[in-house]
T-cell receptor
Framework: NAGVTQTPKFQVLKTGQSMTLQCAQD?????MSWYRQDPGMGLRLIHY???????DQGEVPNGYNVSRSTTEDFPLRLLSAAPSQTSVYFC?????????????FGPGTRLTVT | GDSVTQMEGPVTLSEEAFLTINCTYT??????LFWYVQYPGEGLQLLLK?????DKGSNKGFEATYRKETTSFHLEKGSVQVSDSAVYFC??????????????FGQGTRLTINP
């Protein structure tokens, strides 16, 4: 059981480039989400999904797209990177039937946009 | 809106010292409260939680009590170890929609324990 995996661990982009941050979980969790972590601001929710084919916006969705074609995968796309998107990105998942709604986090992707 | 405020860090203590990290919240309903810990280079892990007023969450020697009257969820540990060095996040959740648990995080408090 690998839990929540994220790739890549580190990425440097130039302004205007596009890329996809990958997130996968092997726990059959329904709920998946993306957060960004910035110094002094904690984690902020970007997008989330309650199941395959269903996504919704979080607190800071601008500049990011998501899709959920399978239960396992929840990629985050940056269509035109900006320096303001320099951050550490975390993917998380949880399973409603557990009753606790504990979220399991991946190890993170550190993104720098120059 | 809903928010969480933690004490400013960084916090530096000696081994075996008593730890308190303050956390207060603002919420329109009756949230569940959580403490997450982030060790260097890793993602967040749930440390403890409390789902209703006066509940006490505990794990690995850490404790926090849900105080509705003071809207607080302070984290405490009687005797810290070097291995407790990490960043600690307080968070709240106002429940779930179709299984979604949306968390609102505090800004995090970096704790360093010196031997």
């Amino acid at each position: 059981n690998a839990g929540v995996t994220q790739t890549p661990k580190f990425q440097v982009l130039k302004t205007g480039q596009s890329m996809t941050l990958q997130c996968a979980q092997d726990m059959n969790h329904e709920y998946m989400s993306w957060y960004r972590q910035d110094p002094g601001m904690g984690l902020r929710l970007i997008h989330y999904s309650v199941g395959a084919g269903i996504t919704d916006q979080g607190e800071v969705p601008n500049g990011y797209n998501v899709s959920r074609s399978t239960t396992e995968d929840f990629p985050l796309r940056l269509l035109s990177a900006a320096p303001s998107q320099t951050s550490v990105y975390f993917c998380a998942s949880s399973y409603s039937a557990s009753g606790s709604y504990e979220q399991y986090f991946g190890p993170g992707t550190r993104l720098t946009v120059t | 809106g809903d928010s969480v405020t933690q004490m400013e860090g960084p916090v530096t203590l000696s081994e075996e010292a008593f730890l308190t990290i303050n956390c207060t919240y603002t919420a329109t309903g009756y949230p569940s409260l959580f403490w997450y810990v982030q060790y260097p280079g890793e993602g967040l892990q749930l440390l403890l939680k409390a789902t209703k007023a006066d509940d006490k969450g505990s794990n690995k020697g850490f404790e926090a009590t849900y105080r509705k009257e003071t809207t607080s969820f302070h984290l405490e540990k009687g005797s810290v170890q070097v291995s407790d060095s990490a960043v600690y996040f307080c968070a709240l959740s106002l429940g779930h929609t179709q299984g979604a648990q949306k968390l609102v995080f505090g800004q995090g408090t970096r704790l360093t324990i010196n031997p």
